[in-house]
């Protein structure tokens, strides 16, 4: 029997449940999908993209896009795709990389790329914005591919490329078993069923959007509010409509600015989720207090997709990300992989069904991440508590070594977080000639309102933190730098700032 991860997402029965409706009303049956993912499937074939060939794809987050992406698992395809802010010169890096047998992008991208700038035997493709294209024309025309391409559970089902903020991107590799595994997990986590209706406003290039929510969804039976982008507005007039809905925090906070959210918004819904960065305990309290409804924090990474969860039923502690997934473990070690008491910061390491398969071309680096008794090791500073609740305290490149002191940057946040007028804040470390690193806080002040002064900010946070966890310089921006999920791009502000001590610029 195969294990390919389409005839889990799409069973051939009840052909006319409803899937996805569009901002524009356009009503989606899993027929339709499934007649779609079919021509689309069929027309990879005629392109020449057969069972493990790469498919990458930079387009437009539209119904018939996450189409496309089902067609690539039916036709066994590996399925690459791009963040649609990447430039000509970091999509090129990665098909250079992935060696992909097509492109699909936009008409600018792929005009911008040239012939030159597509690697050897890759056919470049149409699919613009509002999902026009000629790759689009072309599978209408054709007869649906009639039979899902039989994989293993180990073989390939997408590469998705790491952010390459501390160098060069890595393409992870997901095997079917591993997205069935997540999908699986978090239905009954979740409480999912197929009466739900998931609200949905996170782009699909991203594990979050595509194989957290679209792939849970599609797994249960539920259907989709497919919104195009996320805006407080969109949300608030489709709230009615779900019961679902899962977010990152800076469409939290946002949506806290507008005077409409409120209780009776919010009444028909039975989840709102979060994650792929910390939310602060700030607005995690003050959602609930606005809507009656606590949020549920989750933790995943791009190699594991989801790790852990706040439970359905019971404590969703501020700050903690719940526990592992039935069938994970997960541990705490120190710089020598020994492990850690319980309560002690140290990297969080796991291992089971969820973690990826390796990096594309880079056994090195998977190496590197992997510990001599087959843990992942992720980079995350963490503590886990005696019942075996997960706290992310941070990355562990983010965090600050001030005058031979560990500084948390997360803790810093938190406490920033409660300061009035302050909406959002990232704290790093720059070069300093006497601590060797100086802890400097970049906040970002309300809408409408002046920043609170650097010595009121300082003061506040001496009541609470350690005098070397203070920043000794206070910096605010009107907006932090962030990515398409909203996470802050610390590595940024560390250039940006990189002389606040006297130090050289970056």
């Known amino acids: 029997m195969s294990d390919n991860l389409y005839d889990r997402l799409c069973p051939g029965s009840t052909p006319e449940a409803p899937v996805f409706r569009a901002e524009d009303g356009t009503r989606w049956t899993r027929a339709d999908v499934a007649d779609l993912a079919g021509r689309f499937a069929a027309f990879l074939g005629q392109a020449g993209a057969g069972a493990g060939d790469r498919v990458a794809v930079q387009v437009e987050k539209s119904p018939e896009a996450v189409c496309l992406y089902l067609a690539c698992l039916k036709a066994g395809a590996v399925y690459v795709p791009l963040n649609t802010a990447y430039t000509g010169a970091e999509v090129r890096r990665i098909l250079d990389d992935?060696?992909?047998?097509?492109?699909v992008g936009g008409a600018a991208m792929i005009a911008a790329l040239g012939a030159e700038g597509l690697p050897p035997d890759c056919a470049a493709l149409p699919l613009d914005?509002?999902?026009?294209?000629?790759?689009l024309a072309a599978a209408r025309a054709m007869p649906p591919l009639a039979e899902t391409v039989p994989l293993g559970g180990d073989d390939p089902a997408?590469?998705?490329?790491?952010?390459?903020?501390?160098?060069?991107p890595k393409g992870a590799v997901l095997s079917h078993a591993n997205l069935l595994f997540s999908a699986d997990s978090l239905v009954p986590l979740w409480g999912m069923r197929a009466d739900d209706v998931l609200l949905h406003a996170l782009p699909v290039f991203h594990a979050h959007g595509l194989f957290i929510a679209i792939n849970t969804a599609l797994r249960v039976g539920a259907s989709t509010l497919f919104l195009e982008r996320f805006t407080p507005d969109a949300v608030i007039r489709t709230l009615p409509d779900a019961t679902v809905f899962m977010g990152v925090p800076t469409f939290y906070g946002r949506l806290l600015a507008d005077p409409r959210l409120d209780a009776g918004l919010c009444a028909g819904m039975?989840?709102?989720?979060?994650g792929s960065a910390p939310l602060?305990?700030?607005?995690?309290?003050?959602?609930?207090?606005?809507?009656?409804?606590?949020?549920l924090e989750r933790y995943g990474l791009t190699e594991t997709t989801i790790v852990a969860s706040n439970p359905l039923d019971g404590l969703r502690a501020p700050g903690t990300v719940g526990y592992a997934l039935p069938g994970v473990d997960v541990a705490v070690r120190d710089r020598d992989g020994r492990p850690l008491p319980a309560g002690t910061v140290g990297e969080?390491?796991?291992?089971?069904?969820?973690?990826?398969?390796?990096?594309?071309n880079l056994p090195e680096a998977t190496a590197a991440a992997t510990?001599?008794?087959?843990?992942?090791?992720?980079?995350?500073?963490?503590?886990?508590?005696?019942?075996?609740?997960?706290?992310?305290?941070?990355?562990?490149?983010?965090?600050?070594?001030?005058?031979?002191?560990n500084v948390y940057p997360q803790e810093v946040e938190t406490a920033l977080s409660r300061i009035e007028g302050i909406r959002d804040s990232a704290v790093i470390g720059v070069p300093h000639p006497d601590f060797g690193e100086g802890v400097v806080a970049v906040i970002e002040p309300e809408e409408g309102r002046a920043p609170p002064a650097a010595d009121v900010i300082v003061a506040r946070l001496a009541g609470e933190l350690a005098r070397y966890k203070l920043p000794k310089v206070v910096v605010s921006m009107p907006s932090l730098p962030r990515n398409a999920l909203g996470k802050v791009q610390k590595n940024d502000l560390r250039e940006i700032h990189r002389a606040a001590f006297g130090g050289e610029a970056g």
């Not at 992935?98 to 492109?103: E, G, N, T, V």
């Not at 914005?129 to 790759?135: F, K, L, Q, T, W």
């Not at 969080?348 to 594309?360: D, E, S």
Request: proline share 3%; aromatic share 10%.
């Open 371 to 405: 510990t001599g008794d087959g843990f992942f090791r992720t980079g995350d500073l963490a503590t886990i508590a005696p019942d075996g609740r997960i706290a992310i305290v941070g990355r562990a490149k983010d965090m600050i070594i001030s005058g031979g002191y």
């Open 280 to 295: 602060s305990a700030a607005v995690h309290e003050a959602f609930r207090a606005r809507t009656g409804h606590t949020i």
């Open 129 to 135: 914005a509002r999902a026009e294209g000629s790759v």
């Open 98 to 103: 992935a060696r992909p047998r097509l492109f």
């Open 348 to 360: 969080l390491v796991l291992r089971g069904p969820n973690v990826f398969q390796r990096y594309w």
């Open 270 to 274: 039975r989840l709102f989720t979060c």
């Open 158 to 168: 997408a590469i998705l490329y790491t952010s390459g903020t501390t160098g060069r």
